[in-house]
């Protein structure tokens, strides 16, 4: 095959199908949204922005705000999304009309063991899931679990000592995100992973790895839709089988050792409380080992961000950091106690503020998504039946008109006073309205908690393995393309930070 230099046949035959393809997206794309009068980026534009390497799809967000205002339209491989910033639309599309014409998220239907997550749960039947999770997540339910984190952020804490003792630089995720993890273990199943002291634990593995969905199917999906169903029937999943698999045993084996005996009250029990309770209408079994896997995953990897971006963050800002400390210093004079960590606005006022300020520039899931039912108007813009309406909340936060000076940590944002002037559609990192974050008020107790203790012992501090500023990785949820390296400084307070 002299003719065909440099590559192989088949990398050939694989170019030009790629080529083709891209030729008759840019070819199919544009229908859509010209006819609804909508402006949209051409492909060609997301193109320029893969090569160079800035492909991070909600830094795109951004930059087609920047050019085209509140509303526009945009394509993922051949499926048309309706983006919307207009904060009045929000309100429709996420509160009024979420149960009549926006209860759902887009499903691409290859969620193999996955299929009923309440997550991905539509209609009636996710209203049912819902309405029997929602109990596990009230205020006495995560007070009760307040005591099962502590013993975690206690293990985060002792961890974190001869790091700091040796001056070691570590990568801030591994302790954080493993203190995520273990918290989220023990709520929701009661068992210990101990992940913080074990690391390789096949546990984290399979934590890290649930939601990275297979990029082959899901680009094989999006350039040929009407695949979906052949696909479905061959049993193909975007989550990979092994990762589901292994919860899926660790959760039969919890299982089986509780038949008969008395438990405590972690998300398991009570899901498996709500089979007697509510006879036909509780969680089969299935349902249960889905939302028993789903928590974890949703939870410890945002969680874990999350953290991890307080830290980058308070380590590049010490005069915050400090004030931070002055306040936990004099909040909790010797151990954290349950009440104040509860109450988000009357105590540990700078870190509330904070939170709020790194989970408005970092919100772990950078998009929302909901489709439309049926086609509607709203405030004068047409919403075609079956479009995916995107909120790009990382653009959102950052959005001038909302947020003066966006990047700009202004403690007085969000002051009793100034809070109120808040439109609360302009603040999404947990979603608004009835299919919001069902587990926002479990994550912030569990974040403030390891913040608090960590802040209590040490300082994050920058070295020079700290990449300042930090490059954003092009996949998945949002995040650093590479590890957050800091260091650890002891403080002397920590020997007053003793239990009794
Ligand atoms: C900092 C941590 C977290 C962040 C930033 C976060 C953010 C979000 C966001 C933005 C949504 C979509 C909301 C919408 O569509 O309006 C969501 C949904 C969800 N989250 Fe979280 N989350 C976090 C922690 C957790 C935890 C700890 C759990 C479980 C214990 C959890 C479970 C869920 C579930 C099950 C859904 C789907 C709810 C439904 O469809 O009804 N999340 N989360």
């Not at 534009?45 to 909600?58: A, L, N």
């Not at 939170?355 to 919403?383: H, S």
């Not at 808040?422 to 107790?445: D, K, Q, S, T």
Request: glycine share 4%; net charge positive; with cysteine.
């Amino acid at each position: 095959m002299g003719f065909l230099p440099f590559f192989s046949l088949e990398t050939w035959a694989l170019l030009v199908m790629f080529i083709s393809l891209f030729i008759m997206y840019g070819y199919w794309s544009y229908g859509v949204f010209e006819k609804l009068g909508i402006p949209c980026p051409k492909p060609i534009m997301y193109w320029g922005t893969v090569t160079k390497g800035h492909s991070v799809y909600y830094i795109k967000d951004y930059m087609s705000f920047k050019q085209f205002g509140k509303v526009w339209g945009m394509y993922e491989l051949r499926t048309p999304m309706l983006a919307v910033m207009d904060v009045s639309m929000l309100k429709t599309i996420l509160v009024k009309e979420c149960f009549s014409l926006f209860p759902n998220r887009r499903n691409l239907r290859l969620n193999g063991d996955l299929y009923d997550i309440v997550s991905l749960s539509e209609d009636d039947n996710w209203r049912r899931i819902r309405n029997i999770l929602t109990p596990a997540f009230t205020t006495g339910r995560i007070k009760e679990m307040f005591e099962i984190m502590k013993q975690h952020s206690r293990k985060l804490t002792d961890s974190l000592r001869p790091k700091a003792h040796n001056e070691e630089v570590i990568n801030v995720k591994d302790f954080l995100g493993a203190y995520s993890l273990d918290a989220m273990a023990s709520c929701a199943y009661s068992i210990d992973t101990d992940t913080i002291k074990d690391p390789s634990h096949p546990f984290i593995n399979h934590a890290k790895k649930l939601l990275r969905i297979s990029i082959p199917l899901f680009l094989i999906q999006g350039f040929f839709p009407f695949l979906l169903p052949l696909l479905e029937i061959s049993g193909f999943s975007l989550f990979p089988k092994s990762c589901v698999a292994y919860f899926k045993s660790v959760l039969e084996k919890v299982r089986a050792e509780r038949r008969g005996g008395s438990h405590q009250m972690d998300f398991l029990q009570l899901m498996m409380n709500s089979q007697q309770e509510k006879q036909n209408k509780g969680l089969s079994d299935h349902e249960i080992m889905s939302q028993a896997i789903i928590f974890v995953a949703a939870g410890f990897d945002t969680s874990g961000t999350t953290l991890a971006f307080l830290a980058y963050n308070l380590a590049k800002n010490p005069e915050v950091m400090r004030r931070l400390q002055e306040e936990i210093d004099t909040t909790f004079p010797s151990k954290v106690k349950q009440e104040s960590v509860f109450q988000y606005t009357d105590s540990l006022y700078t870190e509330y503020k904070y939170l709020c300020f790194i989970i408005r520039l970092y919100p772990p899931i950078a998009r929302i998504e909901r489709v439309a039912k049926a086609t509607v108007e709203i405030n004068g813009i047409t919403v075609p039946k079956d479009m995916i309406v995107t909120v790009p909340v990382y653009a959102l936060h950052r959005d001038p008109d909302l947020w003066p000076d966006p990047e700009e940590f202004k403690p007085d944002r969000f002051s009793k006073e100034n809070k109120q002037s808040i439109n609360p559609y302009a603040y999404l990192p947990f979603g608004i309205g009835p299919r919001n974050c069902i587990g926002m008020r479990f994550a912030l107790v569990m974040v403030k908690l390891a913040l608090v203790e960590v802040l209590q012992n040490y300082s994050f501090s920058i070295c020079k393995e700290t990449e300042i500023p930090l490059e954003m990785d092009p996949t998945g949820l949002l995040g650093p393309l590479r590890p957050i390296k800091l260091k650890l400084v002891a403080r002397s307070i920590a020997s007053a930070n003793v239990d009794n």
